[in-house]
């Protein structure tokens, strides 16, 4: 009898785990990484190249329920200066089926990247005494329902 009890038990947690994976992700998403890189091709004409990684972890089945779902990731760029950093670029959204944004067994990834000639936006100070550029990212990953968790990347410097 006690095995019996047992095994209905487990019967029931088994469909319940079912239900839940099939309404709604599992986990709420609470992990978000930002990265930038700019870089420098040499091509004529010369360009800035701007690479923007961000990762929110979470298994496969969140990851692809997350985007269907309606999830995006919206990132703006900033310049760094002394009081308040101006943003400089954005929001650029991107959701499910947009080039860049995938979800795989680690998690939703957008990697995304292009050029820019030289005094783009990233020329964030052009003065006299101050012309060098910093330059960093705000990734949000925004669910479907609104809610938002958001990672500032690192910075990037350089006269851009
Ligand atoms: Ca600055
Ligand atoms: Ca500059």
Do not use: C
């Not at 995938?102 to 020329?123: K, R």
């Amino acid at each position: 009898m006690k095995s019996v009890l047992k095994r209905l038990a487990a019967v029931v947690v088994a469909g319940v785990g079912v239900v839940s994976l099939a309404t709604a992700p599992a986990q709420a998403a609470t992990v978000i990484t930002a990265h930038l890189e700019i870089g420098f091709n040499t091509g004529v004409p010369a360009a800035r190249t701007i690479n923007l990684n961000v990762h929110v972890p979470m298994n496969e089945y969140d990851a692809n329920g997350y985007l269907i779902h309606g999830a995006r990731i919206q990132v703006r760029f900033y310049g760094s200066d002394p009081g308040s950093d101006p943003m400089i670029y954005g929001p650029i959204t991107w959701y499910r089926g947009d080039y860049g944004l995938t979800a795989g067994a680690d998690g939703i990834h957008l990697d995304y990247g292009w050029e820019v000639p030289q005094g783009s936006f990233l020329n964030e100070d052009s003065g006299f005494a101050n012309n060098g550029d910093e330059v960093y990212i705000v990734a949000k990953f925004i669910d479907g329902d609104g809610a938002t968790i958001s990672a500032t990347s690192n910075t990037e410097e350089g006269i851009y």
